[in-house]
């Protein structure tokens, strides 16, 4: 039963091999180049400095990774496509041609047919997330260097995330071909219910795995601004005043400061007790994080398996 599965899954792993070795030749020739600016960049002497010019240098240097963290969102992409392309044909194919039926014929139990499939796809769409992780984790390495290791998009391609999505893909597509019998339809599903629960988790839990932190400084840049290479998720910044009323934007009249006299609106801005504040998660807190979002997406993907192992056995026919 091993063999079969092999032979009739091998294009798939052939294929997704040959991707694998296109991203990562990709990811090579770009991070070198990325390790190249980094190091002309002259950030590595702003290390633990809290100064004006270390907060431009690490802003400039910031703004020259864009194009990394664009490619990172279409890394993004990959254990989606291993839900639709593995997943979402995995039982449905052999339903649509009726190929189930001759397994189940020949002494093979359902519950046998379905554990070697599925332990084929989960096998490689774990071999394939942590490939994926490894790669995408030492080319994001320049940009993690910045402070942006917690920002959205550089998160979601490094550490253990990919792999806990690649399963949870993967499941979603087998479960979403053993439930509706078409593959078409199941890769649709597949894709809705991806970026659905991507998205939901992103926007909606995530900045609440713990509860955030806060702290004030200067208004104006001074000595106790947070520096910009502690690589804290900042969640919400703005201005607060000394009734604690909040601000995204420096509204106010700075009334007898001409022109840009910085050492004039600082004492304003201190007379009036207005601060800047952050609502933010701690860099510290960064593999807290993956492990708790690898461990939602592994125990849906558990979930749906066992869906998918149920369906089998008793609905299938």
Not at 5 to 31: E, I, S
Not at 121 to 145: E, F, Q, R, T, Y
Not at 179 to 208: D, N, S
Request: glycine share 12%.
């Amino acid at each position: 039963m091993i063999w079969l599965t092999w032979r009739q899954h091998r294009a798939q792993a052939v294929a997704g091999a040959a991707a694998l070795a296109a991203v990562g030749a990709v990811l090579v020739v770009t991070g070198l180049h990325a390790l190249t600016m980094l190091r002309n960049s002259g950030i590595h002497g702003c290390l633990g400095i809290q100064s004006g010019d270390c907060n431009e240098l690490v802003n400039t240097t910031q703004r020259s990774f864009t194009g990394l963290v664009i490619l990172a969102v279409l890394l993004m992409i990959g254990p989606c496509l291993m839900g639709l392309f593995w997943g979402g044909p995995l039982v449905a194919r052999e339903i649509e041609h009726g190929t189930h039926r001759v397994a189940w014929t020949q002494g093979v139990t359902r519950r046998r047919w379905i554990g070697a499939q599925l332990a084929f796809v989960v096998g490689l769409a774990v071999l394939a997330g942590a490939a994926l992780d490894a790669m995408a984790s030492w080319w994001i390495h320049p940009v993690n260097a910045t402070g942006l290791r917690f920002s959205q998009g550089a998160f979601d391609v490094q550490g253990i995330v990919p792999i806990g999505y690649s399963l949870f893909a993967v499941a979603l597509g087998t479960a979403a071909g053993a439930v509706m019998r078409k593959t078409l339809p199941a890769m649709g599903v597949t894709l809705a219910g991806f970026v659905a629960l991507r998205a939901g988790i992103l926007q909606f839990a995530r900045p609440h795995y713990v509860a955030p932190l806060t702290r004030t400084y200067s208004a104006i840049i001074g000595s106790e601004q947070p520096s910009p290479l502690t690589g804290d998720w900042v969640l919400k910044s703005g201005y607060v005043d000394r009734a604690g009323h909040f601000s995204s934007g420096l509204s106010i009249n700075l009334n007898g400061c001409k022109g840009s006299n910085l050492q004039c609106a600082q004492s304003y801005l201190a007379a009036h007790g207005i601060r800047g504040y952050d609502l933010y998660q701690p860099a510290g807190r960064f593999w807290l994080f993956q492990g708790i979002e690898t461990a939602i997406f592994v125990g849906v993907a558990v979930a749906l398996l066992a869906v998918t192992v149920v369906w089998v056995r008793r609905r299938l026919s």
